[in-house]
DNA sequence: TTCTCCAAAAATATCGATATTTATTGACAT
DNA sequence: ATGTCAATAAATATCGATATTTTTGGAGAA
């Protein structure tokens, strides 16, 4: 416990703080690709000692966002093309899936909670990027949380963060995109209420598609 | 290093040696399902210290074996018949796609592979059920392992294992099945040289779907 | 130069002890 | 009886130090 404004405060734990620190790191290319990951070093940026660290890095191996190397520590997941193809395709599968059994399961609470989700995506729309992300991925797990199939559901949420580090690794050295994402997403908002499995893949997949085919322009790895 | 018989034997490392055991106890259920694992307990058992084990357990989450709870430690990921239905649909789903995957890239190293796997998996057949366990999930990854797609493979992979759990499970109390097992197999194996996508995958989900539908009777949890 | 081998340095893996947190027990009030 | 609360016990999380292992750098031989 600490005191801020003397309110008691409950931290996290200091595995859970450097996780959640050293993901996004990942994530954002804060710690590039590929990058070794010494222990020693991420001991002193995120100020804690080597146990968590450890435990972090350990975890996040289960995200595929770090590599373990036999006796030789870790080092963040390389990236490629080829990687990034394999994600597209596999999310493409997956979440396919997981709509359409999302929607054959639909109900009214899952409805209000995507209409929700996308109201709150909106709102973020213009402010910082941070906030927009979060909601982001907020709108899509929504789309697929009502799959009645945790593992499915778990793996499409490790695919889409595996994803978003291709985002950041274009958005490097780009030319922003000026794609009409917003309508994009209504349709498939739109598809999803209606209960047309079909269309609502279909503008899904085309949603990740030509995303995908940006970035693979963008990138240079 | 430690000496055997006058001979060099590198020791995997504290946490490797932790992991595989831990994991071996889990799928066959020498810890069940849902027990909860403390560190000390598993310390004497393991005979190491706490920081392999930790770290072993960590491991063992990314494989959805274990389950870590928020403050409160780890427990053996619970069983439940609708876990091992949605194991058993996801297989279907990415087993078809990886098996058609790696017959459209089909090369004669690939098939030299696969006939040797099945080669051993019927050498192994009589043996202890250990060995024949290994040859067979080997048998069945070397159709999968030509997909060029090492995440889909992965997960397959990480699947098969969570399935065999519950072959643990039924097998606790059942009256052994007398299905023709290594005719399906051959069978697969046949269409896969032949390189026949649709008969191949055909017989490899009726395979899974034939030991899924027996498990589900036998299972009482 | 290029290679091999050995010491020095760096980094990882592991241990034992301590600080926190959670679970348990039993006394006391209702 | 039943429920609450504090004290105790148990277990987890974390630290600091040590033992191993890997990497580095350079001296000497081919």
Not at 130 to 142: D, I, S, T, V
Request: proline share 2%.
């Amino acid at each position: 416990m600490s005191m801020i404004d003397g309110t008691r405060v409950k931290e996290t734990s200091a595995t859970h703080g450097a996780y959640v620190t050293l993901r996004e790191m990942i994530l954002t290319g804060a710690l590039p690709a590929g990058e070794k990951l010494k222990i020693e070093q991420l001991r002193g940026l995120l100020n804690t000692g080597a146990s968590p660290v450890r435990e972090a890095l350990s975890l996040l191996t289960s995200d595929m966002l770090v590599e373990r190397i036999d006796q030789r520590g870790f080092r963040a997941a390389p990236a490629s093309k080829a990687n990034f193809e394999e994600i597209l395709a596999l999310r493409c599968t997956l979440e396919d899936l997981a709509l359409r059994q999302s929607i054959q399961n639909a109900s009214p609470a899952w409805e209000e909670k995507l209409v929700l989700a996308h109201h709150h995506m909106k709102k973020a729309s213009g402010q910082g990027t941070k906030l927009f992300e979060e909601a982001h991925k907020k709108f899509h797990m929504a789309l697929l949380a009502n799959s009645h199939s945790p593992i499915l559901e778990r793996l499409c949420a490790q695919l889409y963060d595996l994803n978003i580090r291709y985002r950041y690794l274009a958005a490097k050295s780009n030319t922003y995109q000026k794609r009409d994402v917003s309508a994009e997403h209504e349709e498939i908002l739109e598809a999803a209420i209606q209960r047309d499995q079909d269309r609502a893949s279909a503008r899904l997949l085309s949603h990740y598609r030509l995303t995908g085919e940006y970035l693979t322009r963008e990138l240079d790895i």
